[in-house]
Structures are given as structure tokens and as C-alpha cells.
């Protein structure tokens, strides 16, 4: 089964600076990979999602890079502010044999911006 | 708007006791999906529905059930089975058939055990 890494460990930085969050997995090589962000008490709410042929994709601040060699993707906020304080998830769309749409999700990097 | 609403935000089971935790739709998904969060751990697919009438077992469905009888609705039922229930669910929905839609997820259910 698929195997997701993400820094459990939270991650401090100061306001302005780009935060970086890794998201490594095995196994297979996902058809897709998708950003997530949770706020305490809240659901998932989608950021991002970028396929196995894309290596970057950009949002507004957000940017997301997909590294299929290395099975890892990295996750960048640029001009970080306090209210990008938050847990955010990455998630593996597997390649699909069947009907569906399955994501396998990653344990959560917290990211804590400081003024 | 558009979107998921769970209910109650907040739920208590008694030893022994069933209880179901309710999650209604109005984005006209076909999807819906239960998940588990524990602290610190990702989410955990309890059970999935691609259609009305039709539900398949997660990773973690044992002490579980649910029923799809109406395409806006996927309520969970957590058993007297499941001996460690306290968590937070979550419930979610995408469209069918596309791989590459995002779940749109509701507010959550936490459950403790009195």
C-alpha cells in the first residue's frame, strides 16, 4: 500500500519568509498528488493539485512542485502571514484500476507564521 | 451555498451504545466518503459510496456501517463494536468518475466515549 511522509515535526517561521513543506511517498507513482489545508476543528479544504506530468503549478502565493524520481513533492508559501498558520495535508491519487476517486492522505505538516 | 454539512458537531457515546453521525450534500457529488482523524495521523477511509445504493468498506470499516439511500445523504454509524471510537470524523464528497476532482469535506463530528 501507498506510504505518505510528512514532517510531523511543526514548522516555525517568521512573516514574509516562503515556508517549504515535503510530502514523501513510495511505493507507486501517483496519477495525481493533492494540497490540502486544515484549520483546527475544521475539514480539509483543497489548495492544489498537480499530475505526474506537471513538475510545477502555481496559485496565487502557493506554489507545488511534483518530483516523480525522487517520489516526493514540495509545497511552497511565498510571503508567508499569520493567516497561513495552519496543518496542511498532502494527498495520493493512485492510479485507477476502478471507478473512483480514493486519495490516501498524509499524517500533516503544522505551519505556525509569526509576526 | 453549496457545500457539507455534518451533524452534531459534537457527539457522546455511552458503553454499548450505537450512535450515527449525519452528512448531507447540495453539490450534486455522487462520491461520498467517511474518514477517520486521530491526533497527529492522517485520515483513515472508513467507507466509500460511488452511487445511490452502493458502498464499499475502507481501511478501517470494522465496528462500522453506513447506507446510501438518497444521493445527498451518507450517514455513519459507529457500533458498539468499534471499542475505540473517539475521534474526529469527516465527511467528504467529489464527483464521479473524475479522478482528478478534489473532496470537499465537511466541518467534522467529534465523538467521545462518557
Known amino acids: 500500500s501507498q506510504k505518505i511522509e510528512q514532517n510531523s515535526e511543526a514548522l516555525n517561521i517568521q512573516e514574509g519568509k516562503t515556508a517549504t513543506l515535503t510530502c514523501n511517498y513510495t511505493?507507486?507513482?501517483?496519477?495525481?498528488l493533492q494540497w490540502y489545508r486544515q484549520d483546527p476543528g475544521r475539514g480539509p479544504v483543497f489548495l492544489l493539485l498537480?499530475?505526474?506530468?506537471?513538475k510545477e503549478k502555481r496559485k496565487e502565493r502557493l506554489k507545488v512542485t511534483f518530483d516523480t524520481t525522487l517520489k516526493q513533492s514540495l509545497f511552497h508559501i511565498t510571503a508567508s502571514q499569520p493567516a497561513d498558520s495552519a496543518t496542511y495535508l498532502c494527498?495520493?491519487?493512485?492510479?485507477?484500476?476502478?471507478?473512483?476517486?480514493?486519495?490516501?492522505f498524509g499524517g500533516g505538516t503544522r505551519l505556525m507564521v509569526k509576526p | 451555498d453549496g457545500g457539507i454539512t455534518q451533524s452534531p458537531k459534537y457527539l457522546f457515546r455511552k458503553e454499548g451504545q450505537n450512535v450515527t453521525l449525519s452528512c448531507e450534500q447540495n453539490?450534486?457529488?455522487?462520491?461520498m466518503y467517511w474518514y477517520r482523524q486521530d491526533p497527529g495521523q492522517g485520515l483513515r477511509l472508513i467507507y466509500y459510496?460511488?452511487?445511490?445504493?452502493?458502498?464499499q468498506k475502507g481501511d478501517i470499516a470494522e465496528g462500522y456501517s453506513v447506507s446510501r439511500e438518497k444521493k445527498e445523504s451518507f450517514p455513519l454509524t459507529v457500533t458498539s463494536a468499534q471499542k475505540n471510537p473517539t475521534a474526529f470524523y469527516l465527511c467528504?464528497?467529489?464527483?464521479f468518475g473524475a479522478g482528478n476532482q478534489p473532496q470537499h469535506f465537511g466541518d467534522g463530528t467529534r465523538l467521545s466515549i462518557l
Open positions: 467528504a464528497s467529489s464527483m
Open positions: 511505493n507507486y507513482s501517483p496519477a495525481y
Open positions: 498537480i499530475r505526474e506530468n506537471e
Open positions: 494527498a495520493l491519487e493512485p492510479p485507477r484500476d476502478n471507478a473512483g476517486n480514493m486519495l490516501t
Open positions: 453539490l450534486n457529488h455522487d462520491a
Open positions: 459510496s460511488q452511487i445511490v445504493n452502493d458502498f
